[in-house]
């Protein structure tokens, strides 16, 4: 199918109805960021109600517009990507060249119309974007500015670029993770990325919060490293009681058996034996002879080895859903280690309607996840993501008071574009 | 800021749970200085001294009726299901009858068809979808560290009860309602996989789960140096400071070659080139050459760092024998004032 370009199709407002009472209904976010961790917080801005304006280089997209395009031949892969639209449902998008003055002058104008400024570059990149912070709170002091940098913006790591991995190992999770005895292991997904989109996400909505109690916007810098330390702060801790963590594996330091299991469909269970009650219980279930030594969790401690055996050997005659359902009844605790394709059908998740089904031009209808705050009945209504471009006559209009014959300059120069620029993908 | 300085100065917050989930979020909330009170002492004992010490430094204890507290609060954080909060007295209904606001973090959902399933920390990281890209192909995948569904879920609870603070300063809706379920906080974080998972599409190998545990390819692995191991994690955009780096500039000539860039030849050059290095001189040449570079850090690496000390992470609790020990206090540094110290 030939898809129309944004200018075609005309603008598709993707803002909650007036007199929504989200939290956020009425408050309008600049997004500078890419990728994942300040689109996932963006994300939830917008979740929350408010207005999300997404600024992309029409020269330098946002790069997840090239990753999970289902069919690499359509027309404008770029607005056909899986995880762009994940991540940047229900934002507006302007694409404009930041190094032109026009502009510079777009961005800062939008700047100072917003509440909040939300980027996660380098520090020190948005400055020379012409967005200091000085120069934006003299001129507007209740916008607030919230930058998410991997480390830091202090000397001696400001300049030093970093991705989920990296900021992870920073961080310490890398070291205390691993197999058993083995050796630190990354984890699997960017795991700083939506860390620090969550936390991101939190300091934008306390500058809110704050702004009602004081007037005035502050400016708040989002490390990831440092979030991420927070998340192991009882490690931190015990190090300095003398008490460090060793790598365990899967296993639990008071609770056991506890591991992952292998199921006769080729898939892995996850169990916990929590208390000596639910033991018994277990080892009725799995067919494990009783015996003294394993009544109390410090014996079965011991003999963890031995029972992983008997455990994946019964495990194995079962299908994991089955293996599951069976442990769940016994009251032991229990999953699948499920991966995305298994939450299609997943009964929680279908129940709680995590996915929601939304209409695209060119991919048809699409499944996008729903909010995960979930404020009573007033949950936003899940809108695709923008096309590139898609927004910029109705932002610079509706925003910035532009004229059509400006809007139409701007487009000529090739200051504003709803295609990439330069051969940009 | 205000004159304390303190965000949540003046705002009460019932804490009834103690997961992880609900600990670390009510940390936070009390850090920016929420009145935190802790509903059932035996919540509390269920902690190790390393948890309390981290999770509690600055709350009290709720005296006297729940009940009663929880009506007077702003807000109740909890981890208890539906059927469990009405059986102590602070179900929906009424709280909402007091305009509380009520924060719910469960692993399956605070009511419905998984909300009475047992679940644990391994249980709940296994059902969110991310454990499945954790580990060594061919081996069982494998669990962060930390609790990290909870972990993740903590952060959403922190938001979920500034967003509901916001709304009833702005909308004037004192009983908001928010349920949260670890579940979900991790399916709707799955970077890619999600939403090519989500539509049935075929996943790109390397998102699909555990590509090859911690070394995907030569650019994107971890290496052992002299004392630890280092991480390398270039994207086309870092491959001139990376070969600038590695001291070999004429190798960008093939910068395109995909099947290069991720080989075992290259990889065993990185490695070469890294092993003699410590730590320390590997991060001055990533600073030097702005390269995305780092190594794998152990506490005492963190602790003694005067960069992580400069952007004021830190906060002292005091710990056994009356001994200073540093906690991660504010998420994100700004002048808003974050003490965990109480009179």
């Given at each position: 199918m030939t898809m129309p370009t944004a200018s075609q199709v005309g603008t598709a407002p993707t803002g909650p109805a007036l007199g929504d009472t989200l939290p956020l209904t009425g408050i309008r976010v600049l997004d500078l960021t890419m990728v994942w961790a300040g689109p996932f917080a963006t994300k939830l801005l917008a979740d929350l109600g408010a207005e999300v304006i997404k600024v992309e280089g029409a020269g330098r997209l946002d790069l997840t517009r090239g990753l999970g395009v289902p069919d690499p031949d359509v027309e404008q892969p770029w607005n056909?990507?899986?995880?762009?639209?994940?991540?940047?449902?229900?934002?507006?998008?302007?694409?404009?060249?930041?190094?032109?003055?026009?502009g510079k002058r777009i961005l800062f104008d939008l700047a100072l119309a917003s509440d909040i400024v939300i980027d996660n570059f380098r520090p020190h990149v948005v400055e020379r974007m012409g967005l200091s912070w000085d120069r934006l709170h003299a001129e507007n002091s209740r916008v607030s500015?919230?930058?998410?940098?991997?480390?830091?913006?202090?000397?001696?790591?400001?300049?030093?670029?970093?991705?989920?991995?990296n900021v992870e190992e920073m961080s310490g999770i890398t070291h205390f993770t691993g197999y058993l005895g083995e050796a630190p292991h990354k984890l699997g997904i960017s795991y700083g990325d939506p860390v620090a989109g969550l936390?991101?996400?939190?300091?934008?909505?306390?500058?809110?919060?704050?702004?009602?109690?004081?007037?005035?916007?502050?400016?708040?810098?989002?490390?990831q490293r440092n979030l991420l330390i927070s998340l192991i702060g009882e490690a931190i801790v015990a190090a300095q009681l003398g008490r460090e963590p060793q790598r365990m594996g899967n296993r639990h330091p008071l609770h056991a058996p506890q591991g992952v299991y292998p199921t006769r469909d080729e898939r892995w269970v996850a169990l916990t034996v929590q208390s000596d009650d639910a033991w018994s219980r277990f080892a009725q279930l799995a067919g494990i002879t009783p015996r003294a030594d394993l009544g109390a969790a410090v014996g079965r401690q011991s003999a963890h080895d031995e029972l992983d055996e008997a455990i994946a050997?019964?495990?194995?005659?079962?299908?994991?859903?089955?293996?599951?359902?069976?442990?769940?009844?016994?009251?032991?605790?229990?999953?699948?280690?499920?991966?995305?394709?298994?939450?299609?059908?997943?009964?929680?998740?279908?129940?709680?309607?995590?996915?929601?089904?939304?209409?695209?031009?060119?991919?048809?209808?699409?499944?996008i996840s729903t909010p995960s705050w979930r404020f009573e009945e007033s949950q936003r209504e899940v809108h695709r993501a923008p096309f590139l471009g898609e927004h910029n006559e109705d932002v610079l209009r509706r925003v910035l008071g532009y004229s059509s014959e400006q809007i139409e300059q701007l487009r000529a120069e090739g200051v504003i574009a709803d295609a990439p620029l330069g051969g940009a993908k | 800021v205000t004159e304390s300085g303190f965000p949540l100065e003046g705002v009460t917050v019932v804490e009834f749970g103690s997961s992880k989930a609900v600990k670390l979020a009510t940390h936070f909330l009390a850090g920016y200085g929420a009145t935190v009170l802790i509903g059932d002492p035996a919540d509390a004992e269920a902690l190790d001294e390393a948890q309390r010490l981290y999770f509690d430094a600055a709350k009290g204890v709720v005296e006297g009726p729940?009940?009663?507290?929880?009506?007077?609060a702003d807000v109740v954080v909890t981890d208890r299901t539906v059927a469990a909060r009405t059986e102590a007295g602070i179900g929906p209904e009424s709280l909402a009858a007091s305009g509380t606001i009520v924060v719910a973090?469960?692993?399956?959902?605070?009511?419905?068809?998984?909300?009475?399933?047992?679940?644990?920390?391994?249980?709940?990281?296994?059902?969110?979808?991310?454990?499945?890209?954790?580990?060594?192909?061919?081996?069982?995948?494998?669990?962060?560290?930390?609790?990290?569904?909870?972990?993740?879920?903590?952060?959403?609870?922190?938001?979920?009860?500034?967003?509901?603070?916001i709304r009833r300063a702005r909308f004037g809706i004192a009983d908001s309602a928010v349920d949260i379920s670890v579940q979900e906080v991790q399916a709707s974080a799955l970077e890619l996989f999600g939403g090519v998972a989500f539509n049935g599409d075929t996943v790109p190998d390397a998102f699909m789960p555990r590509p090859n545990g911690s070394a995907l390819h030569a650019l994107w692995a971890m290496y052992e140096c002299a004392d630890g191991l280092v991480g390398v994690h270039v994207n086309t955009p870092n491959l001139v400071p990376f070969f600038t780096a590695l001291g070999r500039p004429d190798l960008l000539e093939k910068a395109g070659d995909m099947e290069f860039l991720q080989s075992d030849e290259l990889r065993e050059l990185v490695s070469e080139w890294i092993r003699?290095?410590?730590?320390?001189?590997?991060?001055?040449?990533?600073?030097?050459?702005?390269?995305?570079?780092?190594y794998v850090a152990e506490p005492v690496d963190l602790l003694d760092s005067e960069i992580v000390a400069s952007t004021g992470l830190w906060r002292e609790v005091t710990g056994p024998d009356g001994v200073a020990i540093k906690v991660p206090g504010p998420m994100s540094e700004s002048p808003l004032r974050f003490d965990l110290a109480r009179p």
């Open positions: 056909n990507a899986r995880y762009f639209n994940e991540f940047n449902r229900n934002k507006y998008d302007i694409a404009l060249d930041p190094r032109t003055e026009a500015m919230i930058s998410m940098p991997a480390y830091s913006s202090h000397a001696g790591e400001d300049k030093l670029p970093g991705y989920g991995p936390g991101g996400a939190a300091a934008a909505l306390l500058t809110i919060w704050n702004r009602e109690r004081t007037g005035e916007g502050i400016r708040m810098e989002v490390s050997a019964w495990s194995s005659q079962l299908e994991g859903a089955h293996a599951v359902e069976k442990l769940r009844a016994a009251g032991v605790a229990a999953s699948l280690v499920a991966d995305a394709r298994d939450f299609l059908d997943d009964p929680v998740l279908v129940e709680r309607r995590f996915l929601a089904e939304v209409p695209h031009e060119s991919l048809g209808t699409m499944k | 729940l009940v009663e507290s929880a009506e007077a973090v469960t692993p399956y959902g605070e009511a419905g068809v998984g909300a009475d399933w047992p679940a644990s920390e391994l249980t709940q990281f296994a059902s969110g979808g991310q454990m499945a890209s954790l580990g060594d192909r061919g081996r069982e995948p494998l669990q962060a560290y930390g609790n990290q569904g909870e972990s993740q879920a903590a952060l959403h609870v922190v938001g979920a009860v500034i967003a509901a603070l003699p290095m410590t730590k320390a001189q590997f991060m001055e040449i990533a600073s030097e050459y702005g390269a995305p570079f780092s």
